[in-house]
């Protein structure tokens, strides 16, 4: 009996908790009519709630892409105006040309003699004598032209670099066995040649280039660097060797000797080029301006002491871009 009463308690519980429920229900659906209204009212619920949420989002995607290329337009206008903006002043430098008949002249008089004499020497120098030893004819010049570089260090209150050469000159006479090796310049001392003329001393102290100039023999010029030349001429020791054909037969030839690790660098220029006449002369320019401006600037263990020796780019310098 008991047992009973407990049943129909529970049972009493149950039906008293699923009541509310069936009586919402079935007040929601007093009628037939009802059932449509009803369902067309949760299947547009689901729609309007969705539709503010995709018309928050559609603004933002393309916003953002929107934004993105915007950036990415000013960031290429600002990388467009930093290149025009901030060319180096070497790249801008013009000369007058008042002598450009003479200096092509000239130009064609050195170009055939390259192609014909010295390139053709320089070959079968190269041919005989390994680079190794050809190096160290090159490294024994540069240390003579010391003298050259502890002048105009100098002359341009470069303190340091004069006793770099100074320090160079004495260790590489000594260990590097009269300057055939450059020990100075090596890893473990770091004492590297001082890129410095008589020319780019004038150019120092305010002195313009004034205008091209095309000397046979000698390659681009201007007034400046040719009486930086003749400054340079009694720097060197060869200078002074005697008679005169003397200084002449070693000048020529060191003149083969650094052709001969050059072979290729003018021919580079003069093929890269519409007019090698202009694109040279703008080369020379530009790059003796730039070595003006960088005061103090060291030469690299690995390039010439003296750019573009024997050729009609004489002093243009290995990195210097053809400019038409």
């Not at 390994?130 to 190096?135: H, N, Y």
């Not at 003298?147 to 006479?173: D, Y």
């Not at 009269?178 to 008589?198: C, M, S």
């Not at 002449?248 to 003018?266: E, H, M």
Request: charged residues 20%.
């Amino acid at each position: 009996m008991r047992r009973l009463l407990c049943v129909l308690a529970l049972s009493a519980c149950v039906l008293a908790g699923f009541a509310p429920g069936a009586h919402a229900s079935s007040a929601a659906v007093p009628t037939g009519e009802a059932t449509p209204a009803a369902a067309s009212d949760a299947l547009s619920a689901p729609p309007a709630t969705s539709e503010p949420a995709v018309q928050e989002k559609e603004p933002e995607k393309p916003a953002a892409p929107e934004d993105k290329a915007e950036g990415d337009s000013e960031a290429g206008e600002d990388d467009f105006d930093y290149d025009m903006e901030d060319v180096p002043a070497a790249e801008q430098v013009t000369i007058a040309d008042p002598w450009e008949p003479f200096n092509r002249a000239m130009f064609t008089f050195n170009d055939r003699l390259y192609f014909w004499v010295l390139k053709p020497v320089a070959e079968g120098y190269s041919a005989v004598v390994p680079e190794p030893a050809r190096v160290s004819v090159g490294n024994f010049f540069s240390n003579l032209r010391a003298p050259i570089r502890f002048l105009n260090c100098v002359l341009q209150a470069n303190l340091i670099g004069a006793s770099t050469e100074l320090f160079r000159f004495m260790l590489n006479s000594t260990i590097g066995v009269a300057g055939l090796f450059d020990p100075a310049g090596g890893e473990e001392i770091g004492l590297l040649r001082q890129d410095e003329d008589f020319g780019q001393t004038l150019g120092a102290y305010g002195l313009g280039q004034g205008f091209y100039i095309v000397w046979p023999f000698f390659g681009p010029s201007s007034p400046r660097d040719t009486v930086g030349m003749v400054g340079d001429f009694f720097s060197y020791p060869i200078s002074y060797l005697d008679p005169w054909y003397v200084w002449t037969a070693v000048r020529g030839y060191q003149a083969i000797n650094d052709t001969s690790l050059q072979i290729g660098d003018y021919e580079a220029i003069k093929d890269a080029a519409l007019d090698p006449y202009i694109s040279i002369r703008n080369a020379y320019i530009q790059y003796r301006q730039k070595k003006v401006e960088e005061r103090g600037a060291t030469i690299p263990k690995s390039e010439p002491d003296v750019p573009g020796a024997g050729t009609p780019a004489r002093g243009v310098g290995p990195e210097a871009a053809p400019q038409q």
